[in-house]
């Protein structure tokens, strides 16, 4: 009931080409949906965050697509750029569990020059 | 620089050893976090203190425990090692129990155990 599937595990896009992460969860309590991006030899950062009552945020180019009925979310980075590479994760916590967020299993990202 | 600090950065241990893993939370944040990061299993919550109590426990084994001392700052105990406990270990902090802000995590300690 707390798993949150990612998917790909690895994703190669060319430069100014789209990314797209998908994820997938299983519990129906987790209303806040965040994702963090992950550079080698540094800790997770966030990167963009949704609630269940809109259904897509875009902050510049990264965008998250909700679909509460499929239990269903997206990231997807525009005009995607060498300097995007990097693994995301995607997650997913429960009003009641204050900060403590299930994690995806991750998305190594490679934008090729 | 998410502000806080891991220490060591890397250990490398045998099997069966005990290790101490510390972290430094942001100034302010009362929330402590550790999460363990494997190839094969993505981020796994292990444990989260608040202001010196533990406030929820995830896949952690008996073998761990971790404690928040009064300063705030957390140790993650590791004991009778395994070859698989070998992975990232993060810690993370946040400002209050119930924010449902972001996380600041740590650059991680990697536990090698041969």
């Known amino acids: 009931q707390q798993q949150v599937k990612q998917s790909p595990q690895s994703l190669i896009v060319q430069k100014g080409g789209i990314s797209i992460i998908n994820c997938a969860y299983e519990?129906?309590?987790?209303?806040?949906f965040p994702w963090y991006q992950q550079f080698p030899g540094k800790g997770p950062a966030l990167l963009i965050a949704?609630?269940?009552?809109?259904s897509e945020k875009k902050e510049g180019r990264f965008t998250i697509s909700f679909n509460k009925s499929a239990k269903q979310f997206s990231l997807h980075i525009m005009d995607s750029q060498p300097g995007d590479s990097a693994t995301y994760f995607c997650?997913?916590?429960?009003?009641?569990?204050?900060?403590?967020?299930?994690f995806g299993g991750g998305t190594r990202l490679m934008v090729k020059p | 620089d998410s502000g806080v600090t891991q220490t060591p950065k890397h250990l490398i241990t045998a099997t069966g050893q005990r290790v101490t893993l510390r972290c430094s939370p942001r100034?302010?944040?009362?929330?402590v976090y550790w999460y363990q990061q494997s190839l094969d299993q993505g981020l796994q919550f292990l444990i989260q203190?608040?202001?010196?109590?533990?406030?929820a426990k995830g896949n952690i084994l008996e073998r761990f425990s971790a404690q928040q001392f009064p300063d705030l700052h957390s140790e993650l105990n590791l004991s009778s090692l395994e070859l698989g406990d070998s992975a990232l270990y993060f810690c993370?902090?946040?400002?209050?129990?119930?924010?449902?802000?972001?996380?600041?995590f740590g650059e991680g300690s990697r536990l090698t155990v041969l």
């Open positions: 993370a902090s946040s400002p209050q129990q119930g924010s449902r802000g972001e996380l600041f």
């Open positions: 519990n129906t309590a987790f209303d806040y």
């Open positions: 949704i609630r269940p009552d809109v």
């Open positions: 997650a997913a916590s429960r009003d009641n569990a204050g900060n403590m967020l299930t």
């Open positions: 100034s302010g944040d009362l929330s």
């Open positions: 203190y608040y202001n010196g109590e533990e406030r």
